[in-house]
């Protein structure tokens, strides 16, 4: 789907096996195929139109909520997507930025600690 939204022109498959049956770190090519993205999606019955269905969904769902903002976030382990409202300031940075020095080694003079024969012995 990616390739036909992205407009290319041919994709290439590669089919590959495991060289042993124990072996998961080594591969062998087994062969390629070329073909043309809309050929394709033909050959799987896939109809483009179709795909929009998921993006549609999704919009029609945020739509019904009130206004506000949000964080919609896949659950790993299920196919699941989760919405959740976030207050209106979530995810802004209020902090201010301090220069770096230029060398990591080098340390302000405020803060510098003077050593034991600068600082006069008592």
């Known amino acids: 789907m990616a390739a036909l939204l992205g407009g290319v022109d041919m994709i290439k498959l590669g089919y590959v096996s495991r060289a042993g049956p124990k072996d998961n770190s080594n591969h062998v090519i087994l062969g390629t195929q070329a073909s043309k993205p809309r050929d394709l999606a033909a050959q799987m019955s896939l109809n483009p139109d179709h795909c929009w269905g998921i993006v549609r ?9 009130p206004e506000g903002k949000y964080l919609l976030v896949k659950d790993p382990n299920k196919e699941l ?42």
């Open 81 to 122: 997507l989760r919405l959740y409202a976030v207050p209106e300031d979530a995810f802004e940075t209020n902090y201010v930025e301090e220069p770096l020095a230029e060398d990591a080694d080098e340390v302000p003079a405020e803060s510098a600690v003077p050593a034991a024969d600068e600082a006069g012995d008592e």
């Open 57 to 65: 969904a999704l919009v029609d769902m945020l739509m019904k909520q």
